[in-house]
């Protein structure tokens, strides 16, 4: 009699699961397990675990969902690859986004960002690229803070001056691994606002300071050009720059590959 009852039960859990996983969010009792996808609400965005190129490593990141050649544009665990399909990304109970592989009580890669017990955190993979961890409903993490290799619109480079963080783009080795690569475009805090491509430790090639109007170096990149739409912010608590499509796309991102080439490239439906 009793697995009469209990059946629905056990329909219910999995049409839950099947459910749950097909929407944005992750929480303290929904986790993601390597072969589950979350896609943002307006669908532009999805993120699960995945293996570039050639390699057979698991990585957690995020990648455009309506684009058919994988184009992944943030990566969790870039440097700590995990060998198998066993990756969970859960949020613990102190209310951190945590990567564990099976027999791994450390985890990969976490957000650090809380510190004490909770039940009320959320994260939520928003529709413009952004993985946010919330707590009792603010954001207290963000990918967008924690960029890889890609500045997609409305993500910053830059200093938070408060917070201590640097924003900044760091080339991946490979196409077949994600982990830290030589290049890295980041500001120097020194002075005038200014962006510089590094190799290492090395200054390559600079954007030139700020006017106001556009980078001294490159004219191109004007507030307002065809393309472009700049925002800069330096005062008390952050030098920054954003930007987005004029057309508002977001198909559309800023990359730094591998051979330390810093392009901006648009997805065309064609
Ligand atoms: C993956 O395998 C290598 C070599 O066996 C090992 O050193 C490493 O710790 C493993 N990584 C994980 C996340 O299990
Ligand atoms: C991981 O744990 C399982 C179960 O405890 C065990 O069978 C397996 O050998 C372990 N794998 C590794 C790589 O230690
Ligand atoms: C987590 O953050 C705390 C406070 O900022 C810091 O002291 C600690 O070293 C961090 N832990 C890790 C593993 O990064
Ligand atoms: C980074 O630079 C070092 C030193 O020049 C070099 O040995 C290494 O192969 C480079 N790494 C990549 C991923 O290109
Ligand atoms: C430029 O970006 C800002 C901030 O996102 C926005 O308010 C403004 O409308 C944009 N302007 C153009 C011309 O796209
Ligand atoms: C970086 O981009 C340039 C221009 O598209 C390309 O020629 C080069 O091969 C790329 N480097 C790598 C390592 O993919």
Same mark, same amino acid.
């Given at each position: 009699m009793n697995h009469v009852k209990t059946l629905p039960i056990i329909s219910l859990i999995v049409f839950m699961h099947q459910f749950c996983t097909s929407l944005d969010t992750i929480t303290i009792n929904q986790p993601i397990v390597d072969g589950d996808v979350i896609v943002s609400t307006g669908q532009t965005f999805a993120l699960g675990f995945f293996s570039p190129g050639k390699s057979s490593y698991r990585y957690l990141g995020i990648w455009y969902? &309506? %684009?058919?050649? &994988?184009?992944?544009?943030?990566?969790?665990?870039r440097d700590s690859p995990i060998n198998d399909t066993s990756g969970v990304l859960s949020i613990t109970s102190h209310g951190n986004l945590a990567l564990h592989s099976r027999n #791994?009580?450390? /985890?990969?890669?976490?957000?650090?960002?809380s510190a004490l017990p909770t039940n009320n955190c959320v994260a939520q993979l928003l529709d413009s690229g952004n993985l946010v961890l919330f707590r009792s409903g603010s954001? %207290?993490? #963000?990918s967008f803070e924690h960029p890889t290799n890609n500045l997609l619109p409305n993500s910053k480079l830059g200093l938070?001056?408060? &917070?201590g963080l640097n924003w900044f783009l760091t080339s991946w080795k490979s196409s077949d691994d994600p982990g830290t690569g030589n290049f890295s475009y980041r500001?120097? /805090?020194?002075?005038? /606002?200014q962006l510089f491509l590094y190799e290492g430790h090395v200054p390559k090639w600079r954007a030139g300071y700020w006017n106001g109007v556009r980078w001294s170096g490159v004219?191109?990149? #004007?507030?307002?050009?065809f393309i472009f739409n700049y925002t800069i912010v330096n005062n008390e608590n952050e030098i920054s720059v954003s930007w987005n499509d004029v057309y508002g796309s977001v198909l559309t991102r800023i990359v730094v590959n591998e051979s330390g080439l810093f392009q901006r490239l648009k997805w065309h439906d064609d």
């Open positions: 969902n &309506k %684009i058919s050649e &994988k184009t992944v544009v943030w990566v969790a665990n #791994q009580t450390t /985890p990969l890669w976490f957000t650090n960002a954001a %207290i993490w #963000q938070d001056r408060r &917070k500001f120097n /805090p020194e002075g005038y /606002p004219p191109a990149m #004007q507030r307002y050009s």
